[in-house]
């Protein structure tokens, strides 16, 4: 049965079908319930899947330290989910979470005058919008994420531009995660259009291609190699990979974007990743965030 669903993922993620009119997440939606039904099945049982998904795990360690019969709403947890340990070192963390003053600045940041007299609010009337970017300009005809359009808004206002990996980006980024988050919405993220999809099509290529001298895919790590072991990490899979975003990274010290996470991942592949405002960087995160469809926000996070 697992090989079956294996099989299927692997044609739903690389196999693109006719849309029709008023209906352009239709593959874009079979993709996503594909891998919310891998993901769910890797995941009911590590100990009896362990030559089907984990291999290299022994079946003492799959069974100490891995959690069992996850759900969908489970994963946005990310590896946290299922890794034991590092769940409780999660959890003690999130006691004192080292973000909360990060949150503070964002919404300071959000009420404070421009120049001109506008602000952030002029642009962004309602603040859970988390879980609705990136999403697709119809006028344009491109994807905008939420950092572009943090970066569009500023300079429309007569003011610089942001770093899009950290600072003053992250930090309203987390004020809108952290209203998004309390108001209890979900990952929400339209294809309205040919061009849209087409859009989505682009970012999942670039998700199941391989690239750089390792010759690694994205799914390669968070797909396939989900739930693995990398020396003392365990690989988190791609459902509910977006929706804590930003995130206080230890290894960072501080709060960054998704652009910066995934920046970072395609440096590991071996490869020179996208620029944050790309079309090619926009059309990955579009995929990515539509694969989370239906999951609650529960941003900002941690992570190791």
């Known amino acids: 049965m ?82 034991k340990d590092a769940k409780e070192q999660y959890e003690a963390i999130k006691e004192m979470p080292p ?12 009420h404070k005058k421009f120049a001109n007299g506008n602000s952030f ?16 300009d119809e006028k344009r005809k491109a994807v905008i994420s939420i950092t572009s ?29 952290s209203q998004t988050t309390e108001a209890g919405k979900k990952m929400d993220i339209k294809i309205p259009s040919k061009e849209a999809a087409n859009a989505y099509e682009a970012g999942k290529q670039y998700y199941y291609s391989q690239r750089g001298y390792l010759k690694l895919s994205c799914a390669s790590c968070h797909i396939q190699g989900a739930g693995q072991r990398v020396r003392n990490e365990k690989l988190s899979p791609l459902l509910g990979q977006v929706t804590q975003f930003p995130v206080h990274r230890l290894k960072w010290g501080s709060l960054g974007t998704l652009e910066r996470r995934i920046s970072g991942c395609i440096v590991d592949e071996g490869q020179v990743p996208p620029k944050d405002n790309s079309e090619e960087m926009h059309n990955l995160l579009y995929f990515l965030a539509y694969m989370s469809n239906g999951m609650a926000v529960d941003g900002p996070d941690i992570r190791k």
């Open 2 to 83: 697992l090989s079956k669903i294996v099989k299927a993922v692997a044609l739903v993620a690389l196999t693109s079908c006719a849309l029709n009119a008023g209906d352009y997440n239709a593959q874009a939606e079979k993709d996503r319930l594909a891998l919310v039904k891998y993901i769910e099945a890797k995941f009911k049982d590590p100990v009896k899947n362990q030559a089907q998904f984990f291999p290299y795990t022994t079946k003492e360690e799959l069974a100490t330290d891995y959690a069992k019969n996850l759900k969908f709403d489970d994963f946005n947890l990310g590896s946290y989910a299922f890794a």
């Open 99 to 110: 973000y909360e003053d990060a949150i503070d600045e964002g919404e300071a940041l959000y």
């Open 121 to 136: 609010e002029t642009c962004f009337p309602d603040v859970t919008i988390s879980g609705e970017y990136p999403k697709f």
């Open 149 to 177: 359009a943090i970066n569009e808004c500023l300079v429309a206002n007569g003011e610089k531009a942001w770093n899009t990996k950290k600072g003053h980006m992250a930090s309203l980024e987390a004020y809108f995660a």
